[in-house]
């Protein structure tokens, strides 16, 4: 018969191995491995077909604890259940095999019922749970399905009543680019890495699912403060490991909330009022959290509304273009246009482009949009020109979703062919916030439109997140700016010094500004001021009809837009670019701003002097200046960049040890909260922008002096730490007492002296300390251990060696014999010293002794068997000591701890001997006390030893042939004068043959009158 399941084992031993194949023959296949690295390469091949693992923790090739750890990291056959063994384990050997992701542990010799048994309940737990995973799990992700989001969201609404939730819809904005450009499989890593990052961010209290392809949905007690900082740090996250797997798309996450207020309404309607919320602000740049409102529900009506009138609208001429002026500022002539739609309706009236570019540009009816206004713009131009009229440049909307139209370039050509148009009067906008999306491919087709012909326009600039670089970036002819910019800086006190940096840095490149928006005479007089070139708003126009649009141009006060663009090529981002000074070189100069204009000026004023390297962010610098910190000079830094922004370098910079002392001076706009915040973070000194030259050079060159004075001081002050550090180097700091090496060193010396050199070295362990500092904190605990230290420094001499071992842990060389009665009483006074309360807390202490020449000759022996005897004492219980005397009789620790605290509550005396050795294996408390013996002392001595201090057998003793495994043999027993019940039964004691032996209380029907024996006890059979 060929068994469904397969077991393998992995064991060096082939005894071993062939053992428990022998076991588990009849129940499973077997497949066996002698190492862990064959077991891999069989894992590799079979995992699918593998039901459990058995693995021995002690092999040459590859441990089982590092097996473990391999088998746990990989994701094919990491949920295979193992089972771990060992011989007689330790609780550190259980311990450690668990967290590497064990499910069970089992002690050799083997039982045969008991492995059988462990591994069919393993086996048996991980089935279910599939079966589980089944019904409640994502079959894509590790989150759970819309049916148990469901189920449980109701049953924690029913257990916690009187709690307040949010159901909270979370939606990948655009997911479907990420399928249709890279892949389904691709788009499913990315599926799994959202639904991880999902169950990380909101934590285990809460219920995460995925409903559908990119919906995810949480139920979590209601927040009182935003979600803003956990759905950031969520899309961070994910953007950085979509871009990790070459996935160019930015995500965005848009998080819709429901704030329940009524327990009672159906599930799957708060699902739908938080997936309203989301659908809200889906395409809203900038926007990522919305709440659901009533408001909302009208708005999704109104969409629907929208939605449904669009394609008829666009048939029925509904959508009109209208023309707003341009006008140079210089001579207030028009010299352009851009081309506006809007949409009069029949019934409505003129619609606000707000409430339906946003939802078309979702739906992508933009692109039909789009299409419709380029076609109606060539055609009003091509008719402004046959009635003899000189052209116009008119600009003209490429939307975000027009940009992955791969016939884009063609479909605007062959308008221009049509008509017949010059397409340098022809002006494609692209928005900022489409280039922050998908920068390399607006640069891709952009530079395309371009090479045809087209000049470009940057629209909207300053209305997200403004990086200067794409002015280096892109090849753009124009840049807008947008109009709330432009009103807001105005505004502003530094405002101005800010919009004047971007005029002139455009300007710098050559490239014409259009400030938007323009409605006040004192706008236009500041922005002449700063020579902005062109304006539109309502203080010159508002848009006009076609009709009204041709007749002022009629006027004749219109001059042609002149571009003089140029481009600034940008700095590969993967390397450094380094720049060799032309005169006699002090150094290197590194400059860190993304930023190109600002870094060519810097490079122009200190060239002559400086080797300058040049980094776009903070985290291209930092891994410059790890590799080169040596020979670096000065760094100049700019505090706003992507990826790590200068306040994040400059942290760095001054937590490592390595790089802390080199001079930065750091640039930015000149704003004084920036300034304040960067010198209190470590900057030597702040310079504004714009740059004043003669202001940049001289705060360059003290703040270079500064630092060589600092580096003097700085040397003589570590001089002098060193000193102080040799002299320290041997003690703990906290306790005054010697290190680890220091003991080490003088018992290994010790011996070297005197080869049979009689000494005892002690292992003390504090109890309950671990209580104290996590009560009372670590104060509290740093002061007990530095009073522990004071007990044992006065209660040892001069010439022992007192040690702190690290933690809560000491040791103690002493180096001298100590008589066994004189050793045993000193360490009885020992603990009583080190019992004392903490606060309510009760601190004890547990010591292992180890004497010599008998039980070791050197540190590393004296110490494991120190620590040996205090592991044994720790199993009899707290303020225990033992002293090592060769052999350590320890059961399995998880058999014995579980056994020892339910046996120890019996009111009947018992204890367990090994069925050939009589070796003691274990004793209750009632049994010590009706014996007169402690605990400590009887583990691992004969039974007649501890009880009737005999050599040999009691004469009297029930032979373990008279014994059996299938029931009690019952004996009257006495013992000082009282009458017992002695029941005997053969057991196996955690893989060890022994007997069980139950004493019970007197019984009424035995007969007082009988003898007591020599020994003051005595069986009757």
């Known amino acids: 018969m060929v068994n469904s399941k397969v077991v393998l084992i992995v064991d060096e031993d082939k005894i071993n191995r062939n053992v428990l194949a022998k076991i588990l023959k009849d129940e499973y296949t077997i497949i066996l491995a002698q190492n862990g690295t064959e077991a891999l390469k069989i894992l590799k091949t079979n995992y699918k077909r593998i039901a459990a693992i058995i693995i021995d923790l002690e092999m040459k090739t590859m441990d089982g604890y590092e097996l473990l750890k391999e088998i746990h990291e990989a994701s094919d056959y990491s949920k295979i259940p193992i089972i771990a063994s060992n011989h007689l384990g330790s ?12 499910h069970d542990f089992i002690v050799k010799p083997y039982n045969a019922q008991i492995i059988k048994r462990r591994i069919a309940n393993t086996i048996e737990l991980m089935d279910a749970v599939k079966v589980v995973n089944l019904v409640i799990k994502d079959d894509l992700t590790p989150l759970h399905n819309k049916q148990y989001f469901m189920t449980e969201t109701r049953e924690v609404f029913i257990d916690r009543a009187d709690e307040e939730f949010d159901v909270i819809c979370l939606d990948i904005d655009q997911f479907k680019m990420v399928n249709d450009s890279y892949g389904m499989a691709t788009g499913d890593k990315v599926l799994y890495k959202a639904g991880e990052l999902i169950a990380a961010a909101f934590g285990e209290d809460s219920i995460c699912a995925r409903f559908t392809a990119d919906k995810f949905f949480i139920t979590l007690n209601h927040q009182s403060l935003s979600y803003t900082t956990v759905i950031e740090k969520l899309t961070n996250d994910l953007n950085k490991y979509v871009s990790k797997i070459g996935v160019k798309n930015k995500i965005k996450i848009c998080c819709g909330v429901y704030y329940i207020h009524d327990k009672t309404i159906p599930i799957a309607a708060m699902c739908d009022r938080a997936e309203l919320a989301t659908e809200n602000i889906k395409g809203k740049y900038g926007q990522v959290i919305a709440f659901y409102e009533d408001e909302i529900r009208q708005q999704m009506h109104n969409t629907l509304a929208i939605t449904n009138m669009m394609e008829f609208a666009l048939k029925n001429e509904e959508f009109q273009i209208f023309y707003q002026p341009k006008y140079e500022l210089a001579s207030e002539c028009v010299a352009g246009a851009e081309a506006l739609v809007r949409w009069k309706n029949y019934e409505l009236g003129f619609m606000s482009p707000g409430s339906f570019i946003p ?10 949009l789009d299409m419709f206004v380029w076609e109606t713009v060539c055609k009003d131009m091509s008719e402004w020109i046959s009635k003899g009229n000189k052209p116009f440049a ?30 340098k009067f022809l002006h494609l906008e692209i928005t900022e916030s489409a280039y922050t999306d998908s920068p390399e491919q607006i640069i891709k087709i952009v530079t395309q439109l371009r090479a045809k012909g087209f000049p470009i326009e940057m629209d909207d600039f300053g209305s997200g997140y403004s990086s200067l670089n794409m002015l280096a970036e892109i090849p753009i002819d124009v840049l807008k700016l947008d109009m709330g910019f432009v009103r807001n800086e105005l505004q502003k006190p530094n405002g101005k010094g800010i919009l004047g940096f971007v005029i002139s840095l455009a300007k710098w490149l050559n490239l014409a500004v259009v400030a938007e928006g323009v409605e006040t005479p004192e706008q236009i007089r500041i922005l002449n001021s700063m020579e902005c070139n062109y304006v539109q708003g309502f203080y010159f126009a508002k848009p006009l009809c076609k009709e009204d649009f041709f007749a002022l141009m009629g006027e004749g006060k219109v001059k042609e837009m002149y571009l003089t663009s140029s481009s600034v090529t940008s700095i590969d981002r993967n390397q450094i670019a380094i720049t060799k000074a032309t005169g006699e070189r002090k150094g290197i100069m590194l400059v860190v701003d993304d930023i190109e204009i600002s870094r060519k000026i810097i490079i122009d004023l200190f060239h002559n002097e400086y080797d300058i390297a040049e980094a776009v962010d903070g985290q291209q610098a930092w891994e410059y200046i790890q590799e080169n910190f040596e020979n670096i000079s000065v760094i100049m830094m700019d505090l706003l960049m992507p990826i790590m922004d200068g306040y994040q370098l400059l942290k760095l910079i001054r937590q490592d040890d390595r790089t802390k002392d080199i001079p930065v001076v750091v640039t930015s706009l000149g704003e004084e909260a920036s300034e304040e915040r960067a010198l209190a973070i470590g900057a030597d000194d702040f310079v504004s922008k714009p740059y004043n030259m003669t202001v940049l050079k001289h705060r360059v060159s003290n703040v270079l002096i500064n630092s060589r004075i600092k580096r003097i001081e700085r040397e003589h002050q570590q001089n002098k730490l060193a000193l102080e550090a040799e002299l320290a180097v041997n003690k703990d700091v906290l306790t005054g007492l010697y290190t680890r090496k220091v003991i080490e060193s003088k018992v290994n010396d010790f011996f070297a002296d005197k080869a049979d050199g009689e000494a005892v070295f002690l292992m003390l362990d504090l109890d309950n300390f671990k209580e104290v500092n996590d009560t009372y904190g670590h104060i509290k605990g740093d002061e007990t251990l530095k009073k522990v230290s004071d007990i044992l420094a006065s209660s040892f001499r001069d010439e022992d060696v007192i040690c702190r071992m690290g933690g809560d842990e000491f040791s103690v060389f002493i180096p001298h014999l100590i008589e066994r009665n004189s050793l045993e009483a000193k360490l009885n006074r ?10 309510s807390i009760r601190i004890t202490c547990s010591i292992g002794a180890c004497v010599s020449p008998e039980y070791g000759q050197d540190y590393q022996t004296l110490y494991n068997n120190a620590d040996m005897a205090l592991l044994t004492s720790k199993r009899f219980g707290k303020n225990q000591f033992q002293i090592y005397n060769g052999q350590s009789v320890l059961p399995s620790f998880v058999f014995y701890r579980n056994i020892d605290c339910l046996l120890d509550e019996f009111t009947d005396a018992i204890f367990v001997i090994a069925k050939d050795t009589y070796e003691m294996l274990y004793i209750n408390k009632n049994a010590c006390e009706l014996f007169n013996v402690e605990k400590r002392n009887c583990i691992g001595k004969k039974c007649f030893e501890n009880f009737h201090q005999k050599n040999e057998i009691c004469v009297h003793c029930i032979s373990n042939d008279e014994i059996s495994e299938e029931q009690f043999l019952e004996a009257p027993f006495i013992i000082k004068g009282q009458s017992y019940i002695l029941k005997i039964k053969l057991i196996n004691w955690s893989g060890v043959p022994a007997r069980v032996h139950y004493i019970q209380r007197e019984l009424p029907y035995f007969e007082k009158s009988l003898p007591d024996s020599d020994d003051d006890s005595s069986i009757k059979k």
């Open 91 to 102: 609780e550190e050997q259980e311990e450690k095999a668990l967290m590497l992701g064990a």
């Open 359 to 368: 939802l078309f540009e979702r739906n992508g009816f933009i692109t039909q």
């Open 394 to 423: 008119v600009s003209m909307n490429v939307s975000r979703a027009d940009i992955y139209n791969p016939n884009l370039v063609k479909v605007l050509c062959d308008l221009s062919d049509k008509y017949k148009l010059d397409r």
């Open 830 to 839: 020992l603990c009583e010293c080190l019992d004392f309360m903490v606060e």
